[in-house]
């Protein structure tokens, strides 16, 4: 405690790091559970009071921490949510307002020049502890945003956000089995979720997402090939037509006159179209979401009585895992991984994550059918294998 209390009192980089650990120490310190540490801490109270009180006064008596100009981290956070860059999705805007305070909290009167690197990697770390994984990358993410946009805007020269080694989350390890995919997708058309089919299948063989599948239009199947960008992330993607999806695009071709809507042309008609007397309309990501969730529970509901025994662990899946099983299922299909990117818009680093994350799923599958081909064998020539 004296030591680190002693190291804090530095105006150097090395002090500023000592007063930040001495903070997420304070913060995190229990009431001593028993005679032992009830004495251990009267041994050195004092130097926790002084401690506390030293960071305490260092906001308005401490030079480092005043800073030397109005470019402190709150204002570059308002300059960034005020003209983001215009690349920056709305979805990415709104996850990271929602994580501002945790940064305004830390550093909001820090001169933007004064943190380094080893401040932020230090609280990325104490947020993995205290939050979560996928929350400490958030928010890091978001101050780095915001760096970057200082650096354009020459308040900085660099940004403290970079190699920070961030950890990345295991993620999901869900893929559409074949067998699960087409029952569902069978009872979907059978029980009024066409739209709800639509989407498993087209994701399924585009590995387009919920918010990019939601902005085809019918006019976009008169080309054998689809050539969009990615709406949260601008990547581009080049996908063609396969008869799966082409027949769900007839069938809704077929189904227009059902919709009670006059389209100038049936090809600016949604392709994902939603019906009801106040929702009707195209889809966008949440209302494909929420009705592909609607859809699972009604089957649920089925399966429980004793129906439909091939969807019992259809409840596992997300509408979303329908991307990751596309990149899958064209890796299974002996598409080399250079060439899957190109198709689903994935980054090659991203592809080649899901594809890691699924390894052991698809080496089970892969030693089943080794098993397989190795029992015939053994029969051909007369092996006993019991």
């Given at each position: 405690?004296?030591?680190?209390?002693?190291?804090?009192?530095?105006?150097?980089?090395?002090?500023?790091a000592?007063?930040?650990?001495?903070?997420?120490?304070?913060?995190?310190?229990?009431?001593?559970?028993?005679?032992?540490?009830?004495?251990?801490?009267?041994?050195?109270?004092?130097?926790?009071t002084?401690?506390?009180?030293?960071?305490?006064?260092?906001?308005t008596?401490?030079?480092?921490?005043?800073?030397?100009?109005?470019?402190?981290?709150?204002?570059?956070?308002?300059?960034?949510?005020?003209?983001?860059?215009?690349?920056?999705?709305?979805?990415?805007?709104?996850?990271?307002?929602?994580?501002?305070?945790?940064?305004?909290?830390?550093?909001?009167?820090?001169?933007?020049?004064?943190?380094?690197?080893?401040?932020?990697?230090?609280?990325?770390?104490?947020?993995?502890?205290?939050?979560?994984?996928?929350?400490?990358?958030?928010?890091?993410?978001?101050?780095?945003?915001?760096?970057?946009?200082?650096?354009?805007?020459?308040?900085?020269?660099?940004?403290?956000?970079?190699?920070?080694?961030?950890?990345?989350?295991?993620?999901?390890?869900?893929?559409?089995?074949?067998?699960?995919?087409?029952?569902?997708?069978?009872?979907?058309?059978?029980?009024?979720?066409?739209?709800?089919?639509?989407?498993?299948?087209?994701g399924?063989?585009?590995?387009?997402?919920?918010?990019d599948?939601?902005?085809?239009?019918l006019?976009?199947f008169?080309s054998?090939?689809?050539?969009?960008?990615?709406?949260?992330?601008?990547?581009?993607?080049?996908?063609a037509?396969?008869?799966?999806?082409?027949?769900?695009a007839?069938?809704?071709?077929?189904?227009?006159?059902?919709?009670?809507?006059?389209?100038?042309?049936?090809?600016?008609?949604?392709?994902l179209?939603?019906?009801?007397?106040?929702?009707?309309?195209?889809?966008?990501s949440?209302?494909?979401?929420?009705?592909?969730?609607?859809?699972?529970?009604?089957?649920?509901a089925q399966?429980?009585?004793?129906?439909?025994?091939?969807?019992?662990?259809?409840?596992?899946?997300?509408?979303?895992?329908?991307?990751?099983?596309?990149?899958?299922?064209?890796?299974?299909?002996?598409?080399?991984?250079?060439?899957?990117?190109?198709?689903?818009?994935?980054?090659?680093?991203?592809?080649?994550?899901?594809?890691?994350?699924?390894?052991?799923?698809?080496?089970?599958?892969?030693?089943?059918?080794?098993?397989?081909?190795?029992?015939?064998?053994?029969?051909?020539?007369?092996?006993?294998l019991?």
């Amino acid at each position: 405690w004296a030591g680190l209390l002693r190291e804090a009192h530095a105006q150097t980089a090395d002090g500023e790091a000592a007063r930040t650990k001495l903070r997420i120490i304070l913060e995190k310190l229990q009431p001593p559970a028993d005679d032992e540490a009830r004495w251990r801490r009267a041994m050195v109270q004092d130097i926790i009071t002084a401690a506390s009180d030293y960071l305490a006064l260092r906001p308005t008596h401490d030079p480092a921490r005043v800073p030397r100009s109005n470019r402190t981290v709150s204002s570059m956070l308002d300059g960034y949510f005020a003209n983001p860059p215009k690349a920056t999705s709305g979805s990415t805007l709104k996850q990271y307002l929602k994580v501002r305070h945790h940064i305004d909290r830390r550093f909001g009167p820090e001169d933007v020049k004064s943190l380094t690197r080893g401040q932020i990697r230090l609280w990325y770390e104490d947020l993995i502890e205290t939050r979560s994984l996928s929350m400490a990358n958030l928010i890091t993410a978001a101050l780095g945003a915001a760096y970057s946009w200082a650096m354009l805007n020459d308040w900085v020269s660099d940004s403290p956000c970079t190699k920070l080694k961030k950890a990345q989350p295991e993620g999901r390890i869900m893929i559409w089995p074949f067998a699960i995919e087409s029952a569902f997708v069978t009872w979907c058309d059978e029980n009024g979720f066409e739209d709800v089919a639509d989407a498993v299948v087209t994701g399924c063989y585009t590995g387009a997402s919920q918010i990019d599948m939601c902005t085809l239009r019918l006019g976009d199947f008169n080309s054998d090939i689809w050539r969009f960008r990615r709406v949260k992330t601008k990547q581009e993607a080049v996908v063609a037509w396969l008869p799966q999806v082409r027949a769900r695009a007839e069938r809704r071709r077929q189904a227009l006159a059902s919709d009670g809507i006059n389209y100038i042309t049936p090809d600016v008609a949604p392709f994902l179209f939603r019906r009801g007397e106040l929702t009707r309309g195209p889809h966008h990501s949440k209302t494909i979401g929420e009705r592909y969730r609607e859809a699972r529970t009604a089957v649920m509901a089925q399966v429980r009585i004793g129906d439909l025994p091939e969807l019992v662990t259809l409840h596992e899946l997300n509408l979303s895992d329908t991307r990751d099983t596309c990149v899958t299922r064209l890796f299974l299909a002996g598409i080399p991984l250079d060439r899957i990117p190109l198709w689903t818009g994935h980054s090659q680093r991203d592809a080649e994550r899901i594809l890691r994350r699924h390894y052991l799923m698809l080496t089970e599958e892969g030693a089943q059918e080794t098993a397989a081909l190795y029992e015939r064998y053994a029969a051909v020539q007369n092996l006993a294998l019991k």
